[in-house]
């Protein structure tokens, strides 16, 4: 079975500067990767994934992740933080499109002003 | 693509009541879930709800607590029986193309917000 690790529960940041949450999974076999973001209230969104292909992932607002088999990381980064970017950031593994996705336990990211 | 609505959105429940969220997905999908996320914490898988027979529950969670039907590819309930204020959580539906096909994409619904007074 497959897990996902968030290393970080929480990430204050300084508006504009930049930002890495970090992710590790665990799987036996070819596995999927995912990032959501959560804003206070809201559902899930997804910020982008990696299926296969390039190891560096483009996502919305800005925020890219990079898929690393050797060190089974697929950490997410923004180069510069905005005040609207604090959320509940999750991590989550697939390694099929038929089974669900196991999510990490989640990094709150806060930007302060 | 696909849009998942779930209804209801929010809901503020007695306790010792049960309570169904319909799940519905505008497309055909191979799979659905459904999930929970409890105040401040991360998604926890409940079951796969499968088309004409009966869910297949994760470790923790039994089918007299959680009741799931899924009659056909796009619609899918999950009943939250006899609730207590520790059932007070984000139930989330979520399906996928299935396939394993590069472009799979998995979906989710808003959410059901329960509040169990």
């Known amino acids: 079975a497959q897990s996902v690790t968030q290393l970080d529960s929480q990430v204050p940041v300084f508006e504009e500067a930049p930002v890495e949450l970090r992710c590790n999974y665990s799987?036996?076999?070819?596995?999927?990767l995912f990032w959501y973001v959560q804003y206070p209230n809201q559902g899930l969104q997804l910020l982008l994934k990696?299926?296969?292909?390039?190891?560096l992932v483009k996502g919305i607002n800005g925020f890219e992740a990079e898929f690393n088999k050797s060190q089974t990381s697929f950490h997410l980064r923004k180069p510069s933080v905005h005040i609207s970017d604090t959320a509940e950031y999750f991590c989550?593994?697939?390694?099929?499109?038929?089974?669900?996705?196991?999510f990490g336990k989640g990094t709150r990211l806060s930007v302060i002003a | 693509s696909a849009v998942i609505s779930q209804k209801p959105s929010r809901d503020i429940c007695q306790r010792g009541t049960s309570l169904t969220i319909q799940c519905q997905v505008d497309?055909?999908?191979?799979?659905m879930f459904w999930y929970r996320q409890q105040p401040g914490q991360s998604l926890t898988l409940i079951a796969t709800?499968?088309?004409?027979?009966?869910?297949?529950?994760e470790s923790g969670f039994v089918i007299d607590k959680f009741p799931i039907s899924r009659p056909n590819l796009t619609f899918s309930t999950l009943t939250v029986s006899n609730m207590s204020p520790e059932d007070s959580s984000i139930y989330l539906c979520?399906?996928?193309?299935?396939?394993?096909?590069?472009?799979?994409?998995?979906?989710f619904g808003e959410g059901s917000w329960l509040t169990v007074v």
């Open positions: 979520s399906a996928t193309t299935g396939g394993g096909s590069p472009g799979n994409t998995i979906y």
């Open positions: 799987s036996s076999v070819s596995v999927y």
């Open positions: 990696y299926l296969s292909g390039s190891t």
């Open positions: 989550a593994v697939s390694t099929s499109g038929n089974t669900p996705l196991v």
């Open positions: 497309s055909q999908v191979t799979m």
């Open positions: 709800a499968n088309q004409g027979s009966e869910a297949t529950y």
